[in-house]
Every structure is written in C-alpha cells, then in structure tokens.
C-alpha cells in the first residue's frame, strides 16, 4: 500500500486489443509472463497481455483481461475511440482491432521494456501490413514515458493508437472519481452525436460543463451530461515532435497528482460512464464512474472528417505517439 507521503505505486499492464493472427491455442504463441521496471519509489509491473496495482484498474488473472468488455489498460488500434458507420474510404477498411499476443523485443529491468507486434494485410479489414512497437520508460524520477511508433510497410493505413488505463488516483478499489479534481488544458472538443460518433465541427468549452481549464472537480458539473464524460478535447497548441502539458488530476485524501505530457492533438477523457458491477482485482467491485481515461489521440473519426488532423500513415512515414505521466504526493 502507498503511504501519503510517497509517490504512488504503480502496477500498469499491456491489455492489447488486436486480432490474434499466429495461432488459436494461446499456449503455442508467444508465452504470457510478467516483466517489472523498478526505479526509486516508483515500480511498474507489466504483462504482455493484462495489468494489475493500486491505482490502476484492472483484474487479477490474464483470465480476466480475455473476458474483458472494458478494454482495461489496452493499447487499442489500428485505430482509437470510434469511427463513422465503422467505414471509411481507403481502398478497404471496416473495423478496429481485437486481442493479440505481443512479442517482448527489448527488456532492460531498471529502464525501459518494448513490445512488438506485426500486424497482417487485411487484419480486420485494415490494409496493409503494420508493424507496431509500444515502449513503456522509466524517465528520471517518478516519471513513466510510453511511445507507441507503427510503421506501414506497403500500403496507406490509418492509425491512431491510444492507452485506454482506468485511473483512480485514490486507489482501485476506493469508489468513484468524482471528487478528483482535473485540469484539462483544452479550450476545445469535437461534439458527438446520439451514437458518440464526431459531428465535424470543433466547438469552445466556455460556458458548457466540458471547461476544466481551471481544476475542478469531475463530479461538479457530471450531472448535466448525459451520462458523464466521454468526449475527445483539442489540446491547446500545436501538435508535433515536442510534448505538450495536457492534462493534471489529483486526490485530496492521499495528495497524489499526475500530469499528463503528449505529442498527439487531441485527448479523450471518460469517466467509465458504461462500467457497472465489474469484479476486478482483490475481488473489487467496480462501478460506474469508478475510474478515469486519459486517452491522448489523434481527432476520433479523422478519416471521416477533412477538417481534422488526418492519421492516414503511407510507406516510408513513421506515426509516433509519446506520452509522458508525472506522479507526484504531498
């Protein structure tokens, strides 16, 4: 357990969410094992398949991560959050990515573990072969880096990875996260429709529930939402090679606080608005608006709207996606 005056513990998984393409039999693939990064106070534990620790949702067993329906921890892709119809014009393409095995392709204890995956030609209906690398570092002190890189190897592909973790800051198994206050530095978001698909238009925050440009906390405003939060914000700036201070949570009770640094335009924040009596770890109940999502992003439904950042990557190009968490306790 972490105590007041340290930074949190942490215990963050690869949940990945691609079609498993090798073979059916998990155990004839590669081999699912645990592999921990430990620097000063901050220890971070990973799986090739689930996660598990304090503030981190999650489930116990790689069991759970194959029955699950909330996509704890998972990098999903090809392409993140929702796409239009499911359909979009690009000499084929229909539908995102299921669960895989990844590969562990470089693994150094006290810095840095990487993991692969090859993703096939028409693999769900995307084109092309795709190969994919998440990094997860441990930067400095209590700082944890991911960089996702993907590199199409023949054909024009969209992509837009993202890391769907549950925070709850106070800890897992404490109840919701409504009295946590956020910051979000975004003047901006892209409206949604009755079925949470991107209208096009990108519209202020000023005025509406949606405006955290100043910390406040998630329930102050939840109740006049339909439901709570679930709605990508434009990060102020440009995006680009350099990392932007996107977005800052904290908890009173512990005084833990993390900040989130991103290279990507846009976030998603939910309040796992859908979740309700999910058994997780410790045989923990968790509940609607149990956790938090900051899912740094390119725009959801891009290849669907001229107006946004396109995430078509073509042969030769590279997509590279940081992001930089910050824990800190007082």
């Not at 592999?35 to 069991?63: A, P």
Request: one cysteine or more; a positive charge; proline letters at 5%.
């Amino acid at each position: 357990m972490v105590k007041k005056q340290m930074p949190p513990l942490l215990v963050v998984g690869v949940s990945v969410l691609v079609v498993l393409s090798c073979c059916v039999n998990y155990s004839l693939c590669e081999k699912i094992k645990t592999y921990k990064l430990t620097r000063g106070n901050l220890s971070v534990t990973f799986t090739n398949y689930g996660k598990q620790d304090d503030v981190v949702l999650g489930f116990d067993s790689v069991d759970g991560y194959k029955n699950d329906t909330t996509y704890f921890g998972a990098i999903v892709g090809r392409v993140a959050n929702r796409i239009g119809g499911a359909e979009f014009t690009l000499n084929g393409g229909t539908k995102g990515f299921s669960d895989v095995i990844w590969s562990v392709h470089n693994y150094v204890p006290t810095s840095h573990i990487t993991f692969k995956y090859d993703s096939f030609d028409g693999e769900e209906g995307f084109p092309g072969n795709v190969t994919v690398k998440v990094t997860y570092m441990l930067i400095g002190e209590n700082k944890l880096g991911v960089k996702m890189e993907a590199k199409p190897l023949n054909k024009p592909t969209p992509i837009n990875l993202a890391l769907h973790t549950y925070w709850n800051l106070h800890s897992h198994n404490s109840g919701d996260v409504l009295s946590h206050k956020i910051q979000l530095l975004a003047g901006k978001i892209t409206p949604v429709d009755e079925k949470l698909i991107p209208t096009g238009e990108i519209t202020s925050i000023e005025g509406t529930p949606y405006d955290f440009l100043q910390p406040r906390s998630i329930g102050s405003r939840i109740k006049e939402l339909p439901g709570g939060y679930d709605i990508n914000y434009v990060i102020d700036g440009t995006a680009g090679k350099h990392l932007r201070k996107t977005a800052v949570v904290s908890e009173e009770v512990t005084g833990r606080k993390m900040e989130l640094w991103t290279n990507q335009p846009g976030v998603q924040f939910y309040t796992s608005n859908m979740m309700i009596r999910v058994v997780g770890k410790g045989k923990a109940v968790y509940k609607k608006y149990g956790g938090l999502c900051l899912e740094s992003q390119g725009f959801p439904d891009s290849v669907n709207h001229k107006n946004f950042p396109s995430q078509i990557v073509n042969p030769g190009e590279s997509y590279l996606h940081v992001m930089l968490f910050r824990f800190t306790a007082h």
